[in-house]
């Protein structure tokens, strides 16, 4: 996402010239239209080795992480709410601060394609909104996970809890297998 990575300072890193490319080639980028280049293409443009295009866009995602960790406010415009967003993808997780027009809601369906190379994922679910107060600042925390929502099994979670059939750690748990096939066994009459 060029907009992430006008954030950093360039100069004296190895990706300065990577980085250049990606700001004049911003509208090509951004285009939903357009193919997204391939690092074998970027290489070619800027007549470089692809490995090191590679290891410069590693290292171009470690540093807009690194801004993201150290400033969020960068990451939010004005009117936006700043949002921590953790992003679970087959045990894989990750972290973003990022501004957002709107709060989403439990179920819906949220798409952050920069996640990606962090940790596989690009589709995500609203599992939970957390929100704190504290010290006069308030946070929301929202918690994303590739799994589809399914209303029912997380109402058998509940039954199952509130008749002390599985643990508090069972109840949290999201990919347990055996605890899914327990749940609707136990209680098939529903």
């Given at each position: 996402?060029?907009?992430?990575?006008?954030?950093?300072?360039?100069?004296?890193?190895?990706?300065?010239?990577?980085?250049?490319?990606?700001?004049?080639?911003?509208?090509?980028?951004?285009?939903?239209?357009?193919?997204?280049?391939?690092?074998?293409?970027?290489?070619?443009?800027?007549?470089?080795?692809?490995?090191?295009?590679?290891k410069?866009?590693?290292?171009?995602y470690?540093?807009?992480?690194?801004?993201?960790?150290?400033?969020?406010?960068?990451?939010?415009?004005?009117?936006?709410?700043?949002?921590?967003?953790?992003?679970?993808?087959?045990?894989?997780?990750?972290?973003?601060?990022?501004?957002?027009?709107?709060?989403?809601?439990?179920?819906?369906?949220?798409?952050?394609?920069?996640?990606?190379?962090?940790?596989?994922?690009?589709?995500?679910?609203?599992?939970?909104?957390?929100?704190?107060?504290?010290?006069?600042?308030?946070?929301?925390?929202?918690?994303?996970?590739?799994?589809?929502?399914?209303?029912?099994?997380?109402?058998?979670?509940?039954?199952?809890?509130?008749?002390?059939?599985?643990?508090?750690?069972?109840?949290l748990?999201?990919?347990?297998?055996?605890?899914?096939?327990?749940?609707?066994?136990?209680?098939?009459?529903?």
């Amino acid at each position: 996402m060029p907009c992430f990575t006008r954030l950093l300072n360039p100069e004296n890193k190895p990706y300065k010239q990577l980085y250049d490319w990606l700001l004049a080639n911003e509208t090509v980028l951004t285009d939903e239209d357009k193919r997204l280049p391939s690092v074998k293409d970027i290489a070619a443009e800027l007549k470089i080795d692809s490995t090191k295009v590679s290891k410069q866009i590693k290292l171009l995602y470690h540093d807009i992480h690194s801004v993201n960790e150290k400033s969020p406010e960068l990451f939010k415009k004005d009117g936006q709410k700043l949002c921590s967003l953790s992003f679970n993808y087959i045990d894989s997780h990750a972290q973003f601060n990022l501004g957002l027009d709107v709060i989403p809601r439990i179920g819906e369906a949220f798409h952050f394609w920069f996640i990606k190379p962090i940790n596989g994922g690009t589709s995500f679910h609203v599992k939970d909104i957390v929100h704190s107060f504290d010290k006069g600042v308030h946070e929301t925390w929202i918690y994303l996970t590739h799994e589809y929502p399914n209303g029912y099994l997380q109402l058998l979670k509940e039954k199952a809890y509130l008749h002390r059939d599985i643990s508090f750690s069972e109840f949290l748990s999201s990919s347990d297998f055996s605890l899914k096939e327990k749940l609707v066994k136990w209680h098939k009459s529903l």
